[in-house]
């Protein structure tokens, strides 16, 4: 009769598992493995894994505080929910997090979001709260060929780039949009856009401060000491700071942009407030003497002008018509109308 109290097996299925792929030499140089994978599945003798994780399981800290490579602070940084671009080299290894792009079941949104890291000599491991653009596009690129990535520190490098590659794809986007803005802003029918350009320059705004912020945790992580650096990240931070400075060029372009196209709405509006006003103060300068004459003829007081004439209305009508023909000369006197 079996042992109903036998242990449970020794490697239960990884809570949070997205996916996982074994990278190592030879054949099968890269293999997805199952969904709920075995202790030898786990096992790479010459080569490396990677783990992506879903924070939305609970279970994921745990899970990591069971892996002996990982220390408390890694942990840590793997399971934060802080929304800031972070990069930290400790022995060898790096963590910490990248930003990127949200996206739904069928289509891709231009919402933030944070992908979490770790990467030493035989493991990377990510993990997000919400699907996330750049490392599905690492994923399908790793499908195609798993055979280009020979170190974790590839991957990493493929994900900074998709982050960059997705960057240049906004600011396309972004380009069209405000051109279309400009298109109604210069054309010759008074059109608010501010609404419009809002979400846009707003979303600009946030892309160029997160980029700017891992491009600068790039910087000093090349200029970090070789014992603290993992094999071969020098030239992958100097490749990956040069696309970043690229795009980061065409973010800040597009930024001013926005900015000089916000400008230019506010003081199109401006001119067309004053315009208005200014219609308005003529106006007002026409009808003020004919106010001031029927002011005067509507007093209840003895021996007014025309009281008791025959034509008194007509004369008074005279009288207003007069007042607007003085007020018209005076202001074409003064240069004024």
């Given amino acids: 009769m079996p042992d109903s109290s036998a242990a449970p097996p020794l490697t239960p299925a990884i809570p949070g598992l997205v996916w996982a792929?074994?990278?190592?030499?030879?054949?099968?140089?890269?293999?997805?493995?199952?969904?709920?994978?075995?202790?030898?599945?786990?096992e790479v003798e010459d080569g490396f894994l990677w783990l992506h994780l879903n924070l939305a399981d609970m279970r994921v800290a745990n899970f990591l505080e069971s892996l002996p490579e990982l220390p408390p602070e890694v942990i840590v940084a793997l399971t934060t929910h802080d929304t800031h671009a972070a990069l930290t080299l400790d022995e060898q290894s790096i963590y910490g997090t990248l930003v990127d792009f949200q996206r739904d079941f069928d289509h891709d949104t231009r919402d933030i979001g944070w992908l979490h890291f770790f990467v030493s000599e035989s493991i990377i491991i990510t993990t997000r709260l919400q699907p996330l653009r750049s490392v599905d596009?690492?994923?399908?690129?790793?499908?195609?060929?798993?055979?280009?990535?020979?170190?974790?520190?590839?991957?990493?490098?493929?994900?900074?780039?998709?982050?960059?590659?997705?960057?240049?794809?906004?600011?396309?986007?972004?380009?069209?949009?405000?051109?279309?803005?400009?298109?109604?802003v210069y054309d010759n029918a008074p059109r608010d856009?501010?609404?419009?350009?809002?979400?846009?320059?707003?979303?600009?705004?946030?892309?160029?401060?997160?980029?700017?912020?891992?491009?600068?945790?790039?910087?000093?992580?090349?200029?970090?000491?070789?014992?603290?650096?993992?094999?071969?990240?020098?030239?992958?931070?100097?490749?990956?700071?040069?696309r970043l400075e690229a795009v980061d060029h065409d973010v800040y372009a597009?930024?001013?942009?926005a900015r000089l196209l916000h400008e230019e709405i506010d003081s199109k509006l401006s001119s067309e407030t004053n315009r208005h006003l200014y219609i308005l103060s003529i106006m007002t300068a026409f009808l003020l003497p004919p106010s001031l004459v029927t002011g005067f003829f509507g007093m209840n007081t003895e021996a007014?002008?025309?009281?008791?004439?025959?034509?008194?209305?007509?004369?008074?009508?005279?009288?207003?018509?007069?007042?607007?023909?003085?007020?018209?000369?005076?202001?074409?006197?003064?240069?004024i109308f």
């Fill in 21 to 42: 792929y074994r990278f190592q030499r030879g054949p099968a140089n890269c293999v997805a493995l199952p969904a709920e994978p075995s202790l030898s599945d786990l």
């Fill in 193 to 242: 856009e501010r609404r419009r350009l809002a979400p846009v320059r707003r979303t600009v705004v946030r892309l160029h401060r997160h980029l700017r912020t891992v491009l600068t945790l790039m910087r000093r992580a090349a200029a970090a000491d070789d014992d603290e650096m993992p094999a071969g990240f020098e030239d992958v931070a100097g490749r990956l700071i040069s």
């Fill in 137 to 184: 596009r690492v994923r399908s690129a790793v499908e195609k060929n798993g055979g280009r990535y020979r170190r974790p520190v590839d991957l990493f490098e493929t994900l900074v780039a998709e982050f960059q590659r997705t960057m240049i794809t906004l600011v396309m986007e972004f380009t069209e949009e405000l051109n279309l803005i400009e298109d109604y």
């Fill in 254 to 257: 597009l930024q001013e942009r």
């Fill in 304 to 335: 007014l002008p025309f009281a008791h004439t025959a034509h008194g209305t007509a004369y008074a009508l005279g009288f207003m018509v007069l007042s607007v023909a003085v007020a018209w000369w005076l202001l074409r006197r003064t240069g």
